[in-house]
């Protein structure tokens, strides 16, 4: 990170900060990212984004809800392009088609506009889902697997083996529930 020569902190003029805060923001810049435009510490930024009202209580400064709108508004067009990829979209193209004289210098004969349908990605449904969803686990991947021993005293004893003792007596286990199963 660059500082100001001087080491003298910088002043914060809002006039200036926020609308850079706020381009930054919007074209994906982390916290790190602004600091490093503005030349200051991250910590910097921080302080910046916040200032008291006259209750004493901590609010955003005008700098920091210029960073807020700027990246909220990054997310909306991102979760708006991740939709568009999970259901599909229409692009337009334009296609020229060329042809050469008989000088061989090429021109353009005729210009098609084409409608194309992107089809869903799903990729990128699986991703939706899976983060929509996550406090119901409804589409998550994520697999719990509860192991019930029954008894403590095995419990115990599997504690003291070395691995290569858990590994043999698990093997046994596995041989003698196949065993069983025919």
């Known amino acids: 990170m660059t500082r100001n020569k001087n080491r003298k902190p910088y ?3 809002s006039k200036y900060h926020d609308a850079w805060a ?3 923001a ?6 790190d990212e602004i600091a490093e ?7 910097t930024i921080e302080r910046w984004s916040f200032t008291k009202n ?3 209580e901590k609010i955003l400064s ?8 700027g990246k909220e508004q990054a997310d909306a067009q991102v979760v708006q392009k991740l939709f568009e990829r999970c259901i599909g979209y229409e692009i337009t193209e334009g296609q020229q088609l060329i042809e050469h004289d008989s000088n061989g210098v090429p021109h353009v ?4 506009t084409i409608k194309k349908h992107i089809p869903a ?3 990128a449904q699986m991703y939706w889902l899976n983060n929509r969803s996550r406090k119901t686990g409804e589409w998550s991947q994520r697999q719990d697997v509860n192991v019930s021993l029954g008894d403590d005293s095995i419990r115990e004893a599997v504690r003291e083996l070395t691995l290569d003792e858990a590994r043999a007596k698990l093997t046994a286990i596995r041989a003698m529930k196949n065993e069983n199963e025919y």
């Open 54 to 56: 006259d209750k004493g």
């Open 37 to 43: 435009a503005f030349g200051v510490a991250r910590k």
């Open 26 to 31: 919007i074209k994906g810049a982390t916290d």
């Open 121 to 123: 990605d799903v990729m």
């Open 11 to 13: 002043k914060y003029d």
């Open 62 to 69: 005008s700098f920091g809800e210029a960073r807020r709108s």
């Open 22 to 24: 706020f381009s930054l």
């Open 109 to 112: 004969t005729e210009v098609r």
